[in-house]
Structure formats: C-alpha cells, structure tokens
C-alpha cells in the first residue's frame, strides 16, 4: 500500500509560480514512479508530467514543457510539481500518483491505469 498527500495549491494570476508536493507513506519510495496528474473543469484527467524511480528520467506533457519540473525528493519521501508561467488553462485539481510496477530505470509512463495508487487531489485554480 502507497499513501499519498498532496499539497500546495491555491489561487494564482496568469504568470505567477507555485509548488505543488506528494508525501509518499507506505512503501519505499525509491520502488516506484510517481506521475502528476489533472483534471479541469468538464474534462477528462490528463497526464501532465511523470520521474522514474531513480529520478533520472522524466517526462512531460507537451503543454508543460519549459514550465513545469517533476522532481523527487528520497529523503523526503515528496515529489514535487514546480510549476512557473502559469496559465488561466492550467486551472484544475492535479493528483500525484505511484507507479508501483515500474522498472528502475524505465521511462516513467504517461497513461494513467499503468498507476495503482492516488492522492486525493490539490485545487489549482489560476485567473488572467
């Protein structure tokens, strides 16, 4: 079993930087990949970036790429979301998720049934 927390959302402007974190509980946390993940209003939950479990790899969704930076944090048991240039469209509730299958040095994945846990979701709402 993987817990995971999410927190740091909030309200920001166009242009503004904010940090979401997921505190990972449950199992050890270099065993898996962790994936962000959104949902805005009225749509489906989308892929958004994703580090494998060493760290070493990462990959983004087109529409973040240049703004948003998937980090991982051992001693913290955290994985972060730092998020800069932000956009009225990035507005949404974004989870973290655990890849518990993945290999260590694999490209962490973008599809969502590859994750087996989730966190609960943190608000991103940004306005123009």
């Known amino acids: 079993q993987v817990q995971l927390v999410e927190s740091g959302g909030g309200l920001m402007q166009a242009g503004d930087s904010l940090k979401l974190s997921c505190a990972a509980s449950g199992r050890t946390f270099s065993s898996y990949a962790m994936g962000w993940f959104r949902q805005a209003p009225g749509k489906e939950r989308e892929f958004v970036a994703a580090i494998s479990r060493s760290g070493g790899r990462k990959n983004y969704a087109d529409f973040v790429k240049g703004r948003f930076t998937i980090s991982r944090d051992g001693a913290k048991n955290t994985v972060y979301l730092q998020m800069n240039s932000l956009k009225p469209e990035d507005t949404a509730v974004y989870y973290c998720?655990?890849?518990?299958?993945?290999?260590?040095?694999?490209?962490?994945?973008?599809?969502?049934?590859?994750?087996?846990?989730w966190g609960q979701g943190t608000r991103v709402t940004v306005s123009s």
């Open positions: 998720a655990a890849d518990t299958r993945a290999g260590f040095l694999m490209v962490p994945k973008e599809t969502q049934a590859e994750y087996d846990y």
